[in-house]
């Protein structure tokens, strides 16, 4: 007997919103990216002690990059962080779906069907992207160091 398979992705439309979460977290980037955005980079810093000895991670320049993805200046965004531009246009995307859902009450449902062997691919995926974006920050340190202080 055959086993039916399972498809990788599933869009539906429901009649409850499933993901509460993703519009509660996508209020939240987007209130500190529209915070960035009038009154500029936060005042603090916010980088550990392997950044002051010039070792990125893969998020170094984040918070730079998200400024500038909610200005829309997408060039200077890919330059500091591409992931940064995927947050904040997830972050709309998610805000359009509650919008839309809030006014027809249907919820747009994008669900993954995993199987074990596809939950090993992606996380596979997901690491081999984290380590090629770490290397990409690392070689940009000099850019994502400047104006942060160091402690050498």
Do not use: K
């Not at 359009?96 to 994008?110: E, F, K, P, S």
């Not at 984290?130 to 290397?135: D, G, P, S, T």
């Amino acid at each position: 007997m055959p086993t039916a398979t399972v498809p990788f992705l599933r869009l539906r439309v429901e009649p409850v919103d499933r993901h509460r979460w993703l519009t509660v977290g996508a209020v939240l980037a987007l209130g500190a990216a529209a915070l960035m955005v009038t009154f500029g980079l936060p005042p603090v810093d916010l980088h550990g002690p392997l950044h002051m000895l010039g070792i990125m991670d893969p998020f170094c320049g984040g918070t730079r990059a998200a400024r500038y993805a909610a200005q829309g200046d997408l060039a200077e965004a890919w330059r500091h962080n591409p992931l940064s531009i995927v947050i904040v246009y997830g972050a709309l995307a998610a805000l359009a779906r509650a919008g839309l859902g809030l006014v027809t009450r249907r919820w747009l449902t994008l669900t993954i069907g995993w199987t074990p062997a596809r939950r090993r691919r992606v996380i596979a995926v997901v690491l081999v992207l984290l380590v090629l974006l770490e290397i990409r920050q690392q070689l940009r340190a000099d850019l994502l160091m400047a104006g942060t202080g160091t402690w050498l």
